[in-house]
């Protein structure tokens, strides 16, 4: 339930990163039924702009309510072991192809039920709401069968329900091969294909449909037929790409039109061409490269270069990235990738939400949706400076607060 709910609010004296820029002196912002109505610097706000508003705040940073892009946060279990195997010298890709890693998950999953996914899943949720998300991409793919991807996307389009936050979802039904498939990766990928994609789609439970493009998740070949089902059934395209090794997978994505190619630690020039010219958004996960001590970076000088948005999320997982904190996203992304603390911001706002084909999320100007965060500090880049919970005076949501300390 909303804290405050009124249909006209009014905050004051606030300094404004806008999802791309940090507007230039302090701002007087208007909220009415739901969305941003009126923006003006303090100096000139004339209070008969907003006649019968209530003051909700004054002072502090706004920006917009964090979205958090790319999350596989719904699962049963941990890997806490693997992480203690990794210190000890083994590889991500050794444990996987030794059946565990996504497979170890996906065993906890497949027998934990709904109600047992949500109650592991609400903490991690709330500790992401808890640093500013106001919305979050979900994505299955710890199930691969389709029962069972289709109890993760029912639980994730629950978790929506139960908090007050926008859930985009997405199947990954290409996120490992089951063992019941070994040796049979293009029996598996026509599953797929023509139940879990049909599936997902018919019963209105998945946005988007993800893969996994990598030695030891699918092949570029088997990544297209994916991309032909989806696009069948009017989903979007997503890719994990480029994460262990260059398959292409970010081109491949891009000329289907994807959203975002993620990871993209080994993309290379040409790929980085294909995404600008798709207009792909570049989703940098500094989580995963801190958990897996990852040493190639991605190509940030040329995705500048090229023009290619990047959006920075917390791939929140329990192998590659067991973190529920975004601004530590915004602090890794500064400290091992150099963005800087604008593009960092604008990687969690603007940028995270057209990876999430909702270019209208993520923005502070007139006629968005009003999902914001008040913060208590004196500039929006010390959300990147500085790794501090606790810093969040209010979330508001769809133009109502529903967080206040
Ligand atoms: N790379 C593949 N998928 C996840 C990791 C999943 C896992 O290890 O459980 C990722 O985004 O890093
Ligand atoms: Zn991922």
């Known amino acids: 339930m909303p804290i405050q709910s009124t249909s006209k609010q009014l905050w004051r004296d606030v300094q404004v990163f806008d999802g791309l820029v940090q507007l230039d002196e302090a701002m007087t912002v208007l909220i009415e039924g739901g969305r941003i109505a009126g923006l003006w610097p303090s100096r000139t706000f004339d209070e008969a702009h ?3 508003a209530v003051e909700a705040g004054c002072g502090g940073v706004l920006t917009p309510g964090l979205v958090d892009c790319h999350t596989h946060l719904v699962y049963a279990g941990n890997r806490a ?3 203690e195997q990794r210190l000890e010298g083994a590889s991500y890709e050794e444990i996987a192809r030794a059946g565990g890693g996504i497979l170890s998950s996906v065993r906890a999953t497949r027998v934990a039920s709904e109600d047992e996914l949500i109650a592991a899943s609400l903490p991690r949720l709330d500790a992401l709401l808890a640093d500013g998300v106001t919305t979050v991409e979900i994505k299955s793919g710890y199930g691969l069968t389709v029962e069972s991807e289709l109890k993760m996307l029912r639980v994730a389009r629950r978790l929506g329900e139960l908090r007050p936050v926008r859930v985009i979802t997405t199947l990954l039904g290409a996120h490992a ?3 019941e498939y070994a040796g049979r990766a293009d029996d598996y990928v ?3 294909c023509d139940e879990m994609i049909p599936a997902a789609a018919a019963e209105g439970l998945a946005d988007a449909v993800d893969v996994f493009c990598e ?3 699918f092949s570029p070949a088997q990544c297209e037929r994916i991309y032909q089902a989806a696009k069948a059934h009017g989903l979007a395209i997503k890719a994990h790409a480029e994460q262990l090794s260059n398959l292409g997978g970010s081109a491949l994505a891009a000329r289907y039109g994807a959203l975002s190619a993620d990871h993209i630690e080994y993309l290379d020039e040409a790929g980085v061409r294909a995404m600008a010219e798709a207009g792909t958004v570049a989703v940098l996960l500094p989580g995963a490269f801190h ?3 990852e040493t190639q970076l991605p190509p940030i000088e040329l995705l500048r270069q090229h023009n290619v948005p990047m959006a920075v999320a917390s791939d929140a997982n329990p192998g590659t990235s067991p973190i529920c904190m975004p601004t530590l996203m915004a602090n890794l992304a500064c400290t091992l990738f150099r963005l800087t603390p604008r593009e960092a911001l604008a990687g969690m706002t603007a940028h995270g939400a057209r990876a999430l084909g909702q270019p209208e999320l993520g923005r502070i ?8 965060c008040l913060w208590d500090i004196q500039q929006p880049a010390e959300l990147a400076y500085a790794v501090q919970a606790g810093r969040l005076r209010q979330r508001i949501f769809n133009g109502e607060v529903v967080y206040a300390r």
Do not use: S, W, Y
């Open 50 to 52: 907003a006649q019968g």
């Open 81 to 83: 072991g693997e992480f």
């Open 177 to 179: 091969l089951p063992p």
């Open 190 to 192: 026509t599953l797929v």
């Open 215 to 217: 030695g030891i998740g």
């Open 291 to 293: 958990v897996l001590r």
């Open 365 to 372: 100007v007139v006629g968005a949706p009003a999902d914001l």
